[in-house]
């Protein structure tokens, strides 16, 4: 946890958001275009605002599910999704340090705003300018301790609490920067990174199967791969994550969605309410049984198992149009079809 004032943005730091919202590579988040000024000027949003308080926790579940023997049958799950939802996990422990700041501060007008990957706040620039770490080529904030597997939340007061220096990475050792790295540049299958520290989230897989709501472009639907929920490609190559450590939240290391689902088990899910209760507590609510059963679709198609075909099939006759065109799509693929 670090303490800073409300107004320490860096110019660079507000233009860099600038020139990503204005190159259109947000895509479909139309929530990351509103409020640009409110997201660059914290002020803005809330004029009386003294103190930010930044925190992190580690979400680095290590043990992974998808074996060679039935590879073909499962889609991989984004690590930060194995557990439980980490907005309700997070937004708790807020509540906590929120009442524990209001109950031990004698200014009547005290007030605090709870921020967990939410709202107009540009949370990794202030964790760097906390001194968590530096921005990587890949556009994660990158770690001394745990990498980049680290949720982000923030409280805002309008209390004038003591700040102090940020530690200084460099003297403990740690390296801030990628070096000569590109690894992740590399490793994208979708060349979503065009350039070091520049993501078209449009290309992204994680976006693609969590942030669009529509149909996936069909010429990257080949390079989704076996991707279910998200996607962990720059983050799995980085050599910053060789020093990643396995959480110790209780809430992030019970299994829900694990590292992976079986494609049929997904595309056998036939209503809304079964989703819901199959899934409850997880991340993976908010994309909704159709856009869970579109990626399942997707990947399903990629790797080309036969024995998928029959739930694909029956996937045609779903009432929703967006899962029935991407299972016909499944199909074409299974079958070496044009």
């Known amino acids: 946890?670090?303490?800073?004032?409300?107004?320490?943005?860096?110019k660079n730091q507000k233009e860099s958001f600038y020139n990503w919202i204005n190159s259109d590579f947000a895509g479909e988040m139309e929530y990351m275009k509103k409020e640009t000024e409110k997201r660059i000027d914290l002020l803005k949003k809330f004029p009386d605002a003294k103190t930010i308080i930044v925190l992190g926790m580690n979400y680095f579940n290590e043990n992974r599910e998808l074996r060679a023997e039935n590879r073909e049958l499962k889609g991989k799950i984004a690590k930060y999704a194995y557990g439980r939802d980490y907005h309700k996990?997070?937004?708790?422990?807020?509540k906590k340090l929120k009442e524990f700041i209001l109950k031990n501060c004698e200014l009547p007008t005290a007030n605090c705003k709870l921020y967990v990957d939410y709202g107009p706040i540009l949370e990794r620039a202030y964790a760097v300018k906390a001194g968590f770490g530096f921005i990587g080529r890949n556009t994660c904030l990158i770690t001394k301790k745990f990498?980049?597997?680290?949720?982000?939340?923030?409280?805002?007061?309008?209390?004038?609490?003591?700040?102090?220096?940020?530690?200084?990475?460099?003297?403990?050792?740690?390296?801030?920067?990628?070096?000569?790295?590109?690894?992740?540049?590399s490793a994208c299958p979708t060349g979503a990174l065009i350039s070091p520290y520049k993501l078209d989230a449009r290309k992204c897989i994680s976006y693609l199967t969590i942030e669009?709501?529509?149909?996936?472009?069909?010429?990257?639907?080949?390079?989704?791969?076996d991707w279910l929920y998200g996607c962990d490609i720059c983050q799995d190559v980085c050599p910053h994550n060789t020093r990643?450590?396995?959480?110790?939240?209780?809430?992030?290391?019970?299994?829900?969605?694990?590292?992976?689902?079986?494609?049929?088990?997904?595309?056998?899910i036939r209503t809304d309410e079964e989703f819901r209760q199959k899934f409850a507590g997880s991340p993976v609510i908010r994309i909704k049984r159709k856009g869970l059963l579109r990626n399942a679709c997707v990947v399903a198609?990629?790797?080309?198992?036969?024995?998928?075909?029959?739930?694909?099939?029956?996937?045609?006759?779903?009432?929703?149009?967006?899962?029935?065109?991407?299972a016909k799509w499944g199909i074409r693929k299974i079958n070496n079809e044009k």
């Open 89 to 94: 996990v997070i937004e708790g422990k807020l």
């Open 301 to 326: 198609g990629n790797l080309k198992d036969r024995s998928l075909l029959p739930v694909l099939e029956e996937c045609l006759k779903d009432p929703e149009p967006l899962i029935r065109e991407h």
């Open 212 to 225: 669009n709501k529509g149909s996936i472009p069909e010429n990257l639907r080949p390079l989704v791969g």
């Open 147 to 185: 990498g980049s597997w680290v949720f982000l939340a923030e409280l805002v007061t309008n209390i004038e609490l003591k700040t102090h220096p940020c530690p200084s990475l460099k003297r403990e050792g740690f390296r801030v920067s990628c070096s000569s790295c590109t690894q992740c540049l």
């Open 1 to 10: 946890m670090e303490i800073l004032r409300a107004d320490s943005l860096e």
């Open 244 to 268: 990643a450590k396995a959480t110790k939240e209780p809430d992030l290391k019970k299994k829900i969605l694990g590292d992976t689902q079986l494609l049929k088990d997904i595309l056998s």
